[in-house]
């Protein structure tokens, strides 16, 4: 009790209250370094987080924001979310000119309410207010306030310091406490030069940033979470939505997870287990059964976002999925998981993030985390098989670029292990072409081209199969649209799940592609897969060299001329190898007709010096000039 009032009382000193403030700083007083590619400067934020009780969380905010730019409007962030257990108490917008003269103060009541799903949810209960605020002249200053209470204290919002590029901070402070007994807790990421100036005491914890230059986008560089400075909140006992839970560490909040979320979700209609059981009586390994069932699942359902539930965090039930044939992604890979177990094969339900950055589920730190939800099937010889349970039209085994070379949490019965998802490597990421140009007299170009994708870049392509005709025409003209007039003349397209291979067999016609000048004609001698991709030139670049995933390509195409022209030029072989990669050309004359063109682009995954920044892009230049060689031939 002592320990509790303790707490209580150092909030009750270090309340501030928020309503109606004017930002004390002006645009005048702004240090010019900080205003340096900025398109906004954060005065000033003060945001505090009380947690007293497992189910009670208040958060209030208070953020002065410059904006010198249409660009910079979004750094104002004036919008709270809320649902059935989260309470906007208060929100307010205050606008000011550049000389502190207010023009526009927006109340609780002049703020827009719009659901907060995208049109692709069928049912959820998040909504949020928005100030709409249209800017007549810049610069301007936008003061946010809000309070807002919460029955959750599963889910305690990250600190962003800087939450944006093109934006910078003079002074931001963030305060969180909680009752003794639910053990808060946080970790820094990305905090390597020290921004952050954190203390804690055993129930509060304070942090401060200041000072903070904009930061930069730049290509081929870490993504926002790998290179923003942040800072993770859980508590070791909390509360979602009325449900309370533990998370000293993975095993006990996988534990949780699986006797509070999943238990009792699992039943499915004696119907469609007779159904399974009839499918895999006669099959003799567990792999081939669960490729049935996976199959059965993706024949029968669709995927539909439906953000209900605990927190969304519990899902549908089975039974409700067979019945309806949609669901989300925990919906459909709990329905698949189910549809295991009556078949008799081992699967785990799966927490994960879902995005192409390969971001973790942090090992070190155990709080909610995850955004997406696959299925693991451990095999005998300690590999796991990874489903996709979202998408109806993917192999089974293949959970493709969203998904793979991450921590990933696995839900067992005794509890949570972080496992790695499957990565694909570079002799997996395939991308090979073989084809035939056929030049005519009159210099245009007819050309044949099977293309055959594996790996992660077979995720780039298997889409294909399922669009029209019209937007297949539309895809190959822009995929080749260093070509000009292209006409499609057929497109045949083969989508080999067994094998995870997809093939493209495309033939297409193309005029005056040659150039004549005088008595020689000019040909391009890359037709089927040209690159002129060259990355950004930075004076001073900040970021290392990051390349998320290796791939190659490899064409193979003959090149036929017409009998009246003659081989006066070939270009000399190229091949170049640095630590990020390798490139080589060749033409080779079969015979006065006929030339053989080879080319091998490969790039290899890394996190490089940004040294080699300037090397990888002077590699790509090569490239690129290497993939616009021509040939010249005579009449």
Known sequence: MIKYFSFLSFFLFIQFNLLSQIPSLGIEDI???????????????????????????IITKYRAVVVFNKNGNQAVNAYEAYDESIKVKEVRLSIYDKSGEELKNYKKRDFQDYSAVAGGTLYSESRVLVADYSPKSYPYIAVFESKVESNTTAFISPYFPVSDYYSAIINSEYTIGAAPDLEIKYKAINNDENSLQITQTENVINISSNNVKALIPEDLGLSKKKFFTQV????????????????????????????????????????????????????????EKAKLVYQYMQDRTRYISVQVGIGGWKPMMANEVDELGYGDCKALTNY????????????????????????????????????????????NDESIVWLE?????????????????????????????????????????KFSTIGTVRLNEEHGIK???QMTSSGVLYGQHYGLESIDEKDRNK???NYWDYIDNIEIQSIEVDNNKDQVLFTESV?????SYATEIGEEIIVPINVVNRSNYVPSRYKER????????????????????????????????IRIEEDFGKYEFLVEKINETELRYTRYLEIREGIYPREQYKNYRSFRRKVTKGDNQKIILTK
């Open 232 to 287: 993770l909140f859980g508590l070791n006992y909390f509360s979602l939505k009325g449900v309370k839970g533990e998370g000293k560490d993975w095993s006990t909040f996988g534990k949780w997870i699986n006797e509070s979320l999943l238990a009792g979700t699992n039943d499915i209609p004696e119907t469609t287990k007779q159904e399974i059981i009839d499918l895999v009586k006669d099959v003799p390994t567990d792999v």
């Open 336 to 379: 698949t998981k189910a549809l295991m177990d009556v078949a008799g094969v081992q699967s785990y339900y799966t927490i994960i993030n879902a995005s192409n950055d390969k971001e973790d589920i942090t090992e070190n730190f155990t709080a909610i985390q995850g955004n997406h939800v696959i299925l693991a099937l451990p095999q």
């Open 389 to 429: 349970c979202t998408n109806q039209q993917v192999p089974f085994g293949y959970i493709g670029a969203s998904t793979d070379d991450r921590n990933a949490l696995v839900i067992k019965p005794e509890g949570g292990e972080i496992i790695k998802t499957k990565k694909y490597e570079l002799n997996e990421n």
């Open 447 to 449: 050309v044949e081209a």
């Open 475 to 477: 895809y190959y003209k």
């Open 507 to 511: 033939v297409f016609d193309a005029e």
């Open 31 to 57: 240090d010019p370094s900080l205003m340096e590619n900025a398109n906004s400067v954060v005065l000033e934020e003060k945001i505090k987080v009380e947690i007293p009780e497992i189910d009670k969380q």
């Open 542 to 573: 900040k970021q290392p060299l990051v390349i998320s995933r290796g791939y190659n390509y490899q064409d193979i195409v003959t090149i036929e001329i017409p009998m009246s022209n003659s081989i006066k030029f070939i270009p000399d072989a």
